[in-house]
Structures are given as structure tokens and as C-alpha cells.
């Protein structure tokens, strides 16, 4: 079946560590997103990506850092320049203009 | 740039009643409304979604409804079940930009009693 797997789905992290989040996707879509959750918000762009090799800033993007070397692949590392990193991530992915987002199921940071 | 509001932040139905979820948008260029629906443990889901060149659309027993003069569009859900249990995010952009271009309201937690 086709989707978005993310990886791991629970993470603890000490203050000062990077962390890495794994986004793949075999839909074969050109575009890719991460997003931030945080109870009682909606849904706020990290980063976005429309073709490998490039990304661009969302909303968010301070703390956070992504690459895009393969279309499979989105990762999301997050820096110990995050302020709050504690919060649950979504990776998403569609074909640009499509305006139909696939969610992966998530990943819940937690800071200790 | 775009502002959605959603509201309420909670909704409690009983099984079988209806549901109705409201969102205003700020930015008179936007002309794509799409609903997602998250589950527990989930990521969110498009369950339907309406371009402001029509007024209403309808899916079994959800439909949305668009007023763009007020900015103003709203989710309803009809013979409520259990499984409609979830958080409801409705979103605004321009369809011609992109998903990168979606804001989201901030969700409602549905909970249907059975």
C-alpha cells in the first residue's frame, strides 16, 4: 500500500541533543512538508519541499533543519537551537498544485 | 497574510444529532477550503473540500457550505456516529499556490455520544 511512514513514532530527547525524524513516502510525490502540532493549534509549516535537491522555509522554520537528496525521503532534524521542540510532528506529501495532502501518522518529541 | 479562525475549539453531540464546525478566512484571494479529519493517534485526513465557485458540496452525510462575502465556511455532519470521534481542522490558500500555502484553523475536538 501507498503512504507515508515516519519514524520514530515516540522520541525523548535531553536538552542540547539533536534529533532526527524520518519521513519516506512511496506515493511517488514531488512535494513534501513537515508540520508542528501543538495541542489546541493547528497545523504550522516547519519546512517544504517541491523537488529534491531544494526546500524552502515554512512558517516555523527556526531550529529546524531538512534535506531532500532523494524524492523518497524527507528527514527533519531537530536542533538544540529549538527553543520548544516538545511537540508532535507530521510529515506530509503531494504533487504540487495538487492541493490534496497525504499525512504520515507522526512523531511525538518529547524534550526531557 | 491568511488568518483562519475555527470554531468551537470543542464540540459534544449526541449519536445521531448533527455537527456543524464554522471557519472564517481573512484574505479575499483565497479560493480553496479543504476539511481534514484526525483521528487518535493519526494523521490527519481530507474528508472534503470546496473552491469558491460553488456554494455547497456534498459527501453522504458531510457537506460544507462556502459564503464568500461574509468569508465564511462551515462543516456539517449529519446522523452523527462514533466513529466521527476526532479533531476537525478546516484550512484556506489560494489553489493555485500550493499546499505550502494552506493555514490552518486550529482545530475541533468532535466527540459524539453514543
Known amino acids: 500500500d501507498g503512504g507515508i511512514t515516519q519514524s520514530p513514532k515516540y522520541l525523548f530527547r535531553k536538552e542540547g541533543q539533536n534529533v532526527t525524524l524520518s519521513c519516506e513516502q512511496n506515493?511517488?510525490?514531488?512535494?513534501m512538508y513537515w508540520y508542528r502540532q501543538d495541542p489546541g493549534q493547528g497545523l504550522r509549516l516547519i519546512y517544504y519541499?517541491?523537488?529534491?535537491?531544494?526546500?524552502q522555509k515554512g512558517d516555523i522554520a527556526e531550529g529546524y533543519s531538512v534535506s531532500r537528496e532523494k524524492k523518497e525521503s524527507f528527514p527533519l532534524t531537530v536542533t538544540s537551537a529549538q527553543k520548544n521542540p516538545t511537540a508532535f510532528y507530521l510529515c506530509?506529501?503531494?504533487?504540487?498544485?495538487?492541493?490534496?495532502?497525504?499525512f504520515g501518522a507522526g512523531s511525538r518529541l518529547t524534550v526531557l | 497574510g491568511e488568518n483562519v479562525e475555527q470554531h468551537p475549539s470543542t464540540l459534544s453531540v449526541q449519536e445521531g444529532d448533527s455537527a456543524v464546525i464554522k471557519c472564517t478566512y481573512s484574505?479575499?484571494?483565497?479560493?480553496?477550503f479543504p476539511w481534514y479529519k484526525q483521528e487518535l493517534g493519526k494523521g490527519p485526513q481530507l474528508i472534503i473540500d470546496?473552491?469558491?465557485?460553488?456554494g455547497e458540496k456534498k459527501d453522504q452525510r458531510i457537506a460544507v457550505t462556502l459564503n464568500k462575502t461574509a468569508k465564511h465556511f462551515s462543516l456539517h455532519i449529519t446522523e452523527t456516529q462514533p466513529e466521527d470521534s476526532a479533531v476537525y481542522f478546516c484550512a484556506a490558500s489560494n489553489s493555485g499556490a500550493g499546499s505550502y500555502q494552506l493555514t490552518f484553523g486550529k482545530g475541533t475536538k468532535l466527540s459524539v455520544i453514543p
Open positions: 506530509a506529501s503531494d504533487f504540487p498544485g495538487a492541493n490534496v495532502l497525504t
Open positions: 506515493l511517488n510525490h514531488d512535494a
Open positions: 484574505d479575499s484571494a483565497s479560493n480553496y
Open positions: 470546496i473552491r469558491s465557485n460553488v
Open positions: 519541499s517541491q523537488i529534491v535537491n531544494d526546500f
